[in-house]
Nanobody, 122 residues
Framework: QVQLVESGGGSVQAGGSLRLSCAAS????????MGWFRQAPGKEREGVVY???????RYADSMKGRFTISQDNAKNTLYLQMNSLKPEDTAMYYC????????????????WGKGTLVTISS
């Protein structure tokens, strides 16, 4: 089993920044796809960005230039740096992962964290 625990959410004003973290533990595999998703109140969950074990990243168009995904493999931690935040970025942010060989990225995720809440005020 894999556990994913997000942290770093909070409340900031528009234009501010936050960095989210996702710590992975349990059995992991060298071939993976990890990603950040978000769900705003009353809306469907959407993908924010994915990163594969090959290091290739894929961003949703609306997040390009403002959000940056990174990872520290030694710490089994995934990050999401969010800059120039807007009120419409308010949402619960989730970390997710899929492991296997091969693994499609982006693709269906097998494991999900419980989320961290981001609130942006105008």
């Amino acid at each position: 089993q894999v556990q994913l625990v997000e942290s770093g959410g909070g409340s900031v004003q528009a234009g501010g920044s936050l960095r989210l973290s996702c710590a992975a533990s349990g059995y992991t595999y060298s071939s993976y796809c990890m990603g950040w998703f978000r769900q705003a109140p009353g809306k469907e969950r959407e993908g924010v960005v994915y990163i594969g074990s090959d290091g290739i990243t894929r961003y949703a168009d609306s997040m390009k230039g403002r959000f940056t995904i990174s990872q520290d493999n030694a710490k089994n931690t995934l990050y999401l740096q969010m800059n120039s935040l807007k009120p419409e970025d308010t949402a619960m942010y989730y970390c997710a992962a899929a492991y296997g060989f091969p693994v499609k990225c982006p693709g269906g995720m097998q494991y999900w964290g419980k989320g961290t809440l981001v609130t942006i005020s105008s």
